[in-house]
């Protein structure tokens, strides 16, 4: 082992060391110091092939002699604590995978996909406190190149679901800013012409399909989602009490709407297969999963390309029920399962006009009663 060689500096020593590569001979600089707390303290602080010398290995243990830089023990213990508070830090990856354990929502499949392909790869190693209001402002703008302005405020409002959520927990900080959402008109309401109505109807009529088929007349005769339908069983129908029964709304809390007239006889003489209202042979389970071909049947009807056929089928029912200015609005709220009144609120212009029609009719009368009366 090759001795240690004192310099004209104090406490600075070095060692030669051949150069495996090249065969050169080079310096390895030491340093000796003691610390204020008493600890000594032997350094190694480079070689000549890094640039080290007398001079400023010198400079070097002037410096951390007198405090002025960490010795290399500190240095290990500084490294080996941020990296147990990167390991203990509750990153947005970390905070999810927390989220999705607790939050038992049906949206969870689809927020986990806008997780993976949208959050995950801009934010998930940073935790909430780390994120910078610039970094939201170029995410939300690179978003919307290829996204609708919908969808960019769905994906801001569950990066801010995870962030409170990990907030409230006190697993993290706050973002410590407020995150603005894009503006987007996203209340689509759906209607169809009396004509438009009249040729579904028919091509209803001439559909072999009657799963399908009864699952839009559904739709139509009641304003139940694509996907209660689809959930729905049989005990769900009561037949005496006319109710149906629907578990797990989009609203969160079940609720029961009444069976009418049209509904009950699609019922009635719908197939019963199995414990599913609308069945189908090549589940696993046996329940129908899938509605696409409803889209078929709206092109053959002549509906607009934009008409999503389940969906815009629960406007027809919302908008024929506003429009007839005999269903007050908390009355249709409750029959659409809407959770606030807000919801219903797109349809309060129809009903609105009804009114005014019907306002009118006052109006006329009074015209025709003062009216001269013509002569024979």
């Known amino acids: 082992m090759a001795q240690e ?22 310096r390895v600089y030491y340093i000796y110091f003691r610390t204020a707390d008493g600890a000594q303290h032997h350094e190694k602080v480079g070689s000549t ?52 354990a607790v939050k038992n929502i049906k949206s969870i499949q689809r927020d986990d996909n806008r997780y993976k392909a949208d959050i995950a790869p801009s934010f998930g190693k940073k935790a909430p406190e780390e994120i910078t209001h610039l970094e939201i402002d170029r995410f939300k703008t690179k978003l919307l190149k ?21 907030f409230k927990r006190k697993l993290c900080k706050p973002l410590d800013f407020v995150l603005e959402m894009p ?53 769900d129908i009561d037949f005496d009490k006319e109710f149906i029964f629907i578990r797990d709304p989009k ?18 003489s719908h197939p019963r297969i199995n414990e599913w209202v609308f069945a189908s042979a090549f589940s696993t389970d046996g329940q129908r999963h899938s509605t696409k071909y409803s889209k078929k049947i709206a092109e053959k009807a002549g509906l607009p390309a934009d008409f999503r056929p389940l969906h815009g089928l629960r406007h027809v029912y919302a908008s024929m029920l506003a429009s007839s200015g005999k269903v007050d609005m908390y009355t249709l709220q409750k029959l659409l399962t809407h959770k606030s009144p807000q919801m219903t609120q797109r349809y309060a212009h ?8 019907a306002s009118q009719v006052a109006v006329n009368i009074v ?5 001269p009366k013509e002569t024979k």
């Open 367 to 371: 015209e025709d009663a003062i009216a």
């Open 146 to 166: 290829t996204k609708k302005p919908a969808t960019v405020k769905n994906i801001l409002e569950l990066l801010l679901r995870i962030c409170n959520f990990g």
């Open 183 to 235: 503006s987007a008109n996203n209340q689509k309401t759906e209607d169809v012409t009396p004509d438009q109505l009249k040729r579904l109807l028919q091509v209803l009529d001439e559909e072999p399909d009657i799963q399908i088929v009864n699952i839009m007349k559904m739709a139509l005769f009641t304003g139940m989602r694509r996907g209660e339908l689809l959930k729905l069983k049989w005990e």
């Open 350 to 357: 129809l009903r609105d006009e009804a009114l005014k029609n």
């Open 49 to 100: 092939s890094s640039g080290m010398t007398e001079a400023r290995a010198n400079a070097i243990r002037v410096a951390k002699l007198n405090g002025k830089e960490p010795t290399n023990k500190q240095r290990r213990q500084e490294r080996e604590a941020r990296k147990k508070a990167e390991a203990a830090k509750y990153t947005l990856d970390r905070l999810w995978v927390e989220y999705k």
């Open 251 to 268: 609203g969160g809390q079940d609720q029961m709407i009444p069976l009418n007239d049209a509904s009950r006889k699609i019922l009635e």
């Open 5 to 26: 060689t004192k310099t004209k500096y104090p406490g600075v020593f070095y060692k030669e060391k051949k150069i495996r590569v090249t065969g050169k001979i080079e």
